[in-house]
T-cell receptor
Framework: QKEVEQNSGPLSVPEGAIASLNCTYS??????FFWYRQYSGKSPELIMF????GDKEDGRFTAQLNKASQYVSLLIRDSQPSDSATYLC??????????????FGKGTKLSVIP | EPEVTQTPSHQVTQMGQEVILRCVPI?????FYWYRQILGQKVEFLVS????????KSEIFDDQFSVERPDGSNFTLKIRSTKLEDSAMYFC??????????????FGPGTRLLVL
C-alpha cells in the first residue's frame, strides 16, 4: 500500500513565527510533490509543487524535498492567522499500470495564534 | 484565472437513488479526476480520465460508479444506487495542458453529497 504520512497536529505557532510541516512517503519512484491548503468545508487549494531535491521558495512559503529520505516539508515564514488551515501533502505515485495517482496524507492542522 | 467548476454545491438524496455530479474542468486541460473526502478523513482518489477513457481507478470506484465526458466541456460522475457510506464531499480536478500525468491538479469547489 502506497502511503503518505503526516503528523495530524494540531500544530500551534504564534503569529510571526515559522511553521514547519512535514511529510513522508512510501513510493521511492514518486516524481512530483504538492502542498495544498484546505480550509474547513472547502476544496484543496494549491500552495506549492516541487519536483527536484532541494528547496523551492515562493513568497513566505518554502518547500523542501529529499528523495533519498522520502521526505517533503513546507515552511511558512511570518505565519499569519489567515494561514490557519489544514495542510495536505500530496504525492504523485506511479501505479502498476504505468499511470499516476495523486495520494494525499491526512493533513496537518495548523493554528496561528494572534 | 481559469478554474474548475462543479454543480450542484450540495445534493441530498435517498439511499438507492442515482445521482450525477457535474464538473467543468479548465478548458485546455487533458486529465480529469474525481476524488472524495468523507467528513474528517483524507482526500481519496476515485478515478482519472484521459483521452475519453478511464486511465486509472481506485478500489473505491466499483461498478456503482461511472464517469463520462458527454461533450467538450462537462465531466460527470454518476453513482447508480447510492449507499449511506457514499455521503462525502466529491471533488473534481483537472490537470496537464502539456499532457503529462504528473502535472499539478487544480480542484473544483466540491459537491457535498448526503445520502439519507
Amino acid at each position: 500500500q502506497k502511503e503518505v504520512e503526516q503528523n495530524s497536529g494540531p500544530l500551534s505557532v504564534p503569529e510571526g513565527a515559522i511553521a514547519s510541516l512535514n511529510c513522508t512517503y512510501s513510493d521511492r519512484g514518486s516524481q512530483s510533490f504538492f502542498w495544498y491548503r484546505q480550509y474547513s468545508g472547502k476544496s484543496p487549494e494549491l500552495i506549492m509543487f516541487i519536483y527536484s531535491n532541494g528547496d523551492k521558495e515562493d513568497g513566505r512559503f518554502t518547500a523542501q524535498l529529499n528523495k533519498a529520505s522520502q521526505y517533503v516539508s513546507l515552511l511558512i515564514r511570518d505565519s499569519q492567522p489567515s494561514d490557519s488551515a489544514t495542510y495536505l501533502c500530496a504525492v504523485n505515485m506511479m501505479t502498476g499500470a504505468g499511470s499516476y495517482q495523486l495520494t494525499f496524507g491526512k493533513g496537518t492542522k495548523l493554528s496561528v495564534i494572534p | 484565472e481559469p478554474e474548475v467548476t462543479q454543480t450542484p454545491s450540495h445534493q441530498v438524496t435517498q439511499m438507492g437513488q442515482e445521482v450525477i455530479l457535474r464538473c467543468v474542468p479548465i478548458s485546455n486541460h487533458l486529465y480529469f479526476y474525481w476524488y472524495r473526502q468523507i467528513l474528517g478523513q483524507k482526500v481519496e482518489f476515485l478515478v482519472s480520465f484521459y483521452n475519453n477513457e478511464i486511465s486509472e481507478k481506485s478500489e473505491i470506484f466499483d461498478d456503482q460508479f461511472s464517469v463520462e465526458r458527454p461533450d467538450g466541456s462537462n465531466f460527470t460522475l454518476k453513482i447508480r444506487s447510492t449507499k449511506l457510506e457514499d455521503s462525502a464531499m466529491y471533488f473534481c480536478a483537472s490537470s496537464s495542458p502539456q499532457g503529462m500525468p504528473q502535472e499539478t491538479q487544480y480542484f473544483g469547489p466540491g459537491t457535498r453529497l448526503l445520502v439519507l
